[in-house]
């Protein structure tokens, strides 16, 4: 059986020497202490550690340390833990930014969504034009909002600033889950994320017939890019549920053929999850 390692190494002082002898590293550590946290991850990828275990743990320790989630994922795909493994707290990484007013939907959903979108890195932008940590279209974000500001050039590059974004997603997933053909199904909602709640609601009309069968209704989705977003997203879900040390009742009920129902558990003392739960979902992700 598997067991997840959400240890981090620890940032130490040989770790910082190690560093500061790097010009790379003292401009990233300047900007750092500017709040500057994208230049300072430019910086640091200019570093090519080469296979140096040692100078890998230390930009990993550093990214943990420094708000730098995006970068220590990168990192995490090439550092060993010292007990063999990878270290899943860097690849499944918490965000350092919080909602203003803090998180409504649970952490475990929106961080699901956020390190499929964009990998934790706040100046992401795909050629359609989704920008920001959740990947929030112009248009959408106008929409929630209620102000038609994002649609400008400063709108659109406010949505590149973490608080901005995440205040937006969040409220965005509210709707979401409040939307007739989600209603609080997890499935429902992340199809709707990706290509939208008029997508959702013209699948479920045409493939009404299998929509007692909540896995064959998400192959049977005709757009790859949407059917491999689910996958993802809710494989990331379940992971950071198990990192949160929370229960993962929609599993049960996907693997059941049930339809997923989203459940509030932030706040909620929870018992140890299991590792079986942990072991099949490695083998997912």
Known sequence: EFDFNWDMPELTAAHMERLKKMPEARRAMALVSAGQYHLAETELRQINPAGNKQLLEALLAYANQNALP???MRLAEAVPN????LYDAALYPMSPWNPNGGYKVDRALIHALIRQ???FNPAAESRSGAAGLMQLMPATASY????SKY????GRHSLKDPQVNLDIGQRYVESLLDEGHVSTELLSLVIAYNAGPGNLRKWKDQLSDITADPLLFVESIPMGETRNFVERVMSNYWIYRLRMNQPTPSLDAVTEGRWAQY??????KQADASSSAAAALKHIN
């Open 70 to 72: 995006s970068y220590a």
């Open 82 to 85: 010292p007990d063999g493994g």
């Open 117 to 119: 979108e964009s990998r």
């Open 144 to 147: 929630v909002a209620g102000s």
């Open 151 to 154: 649609r400008s050039a400063e």
């Open 263 to 268: 459940i509030q558990q932030d706040g909620i």
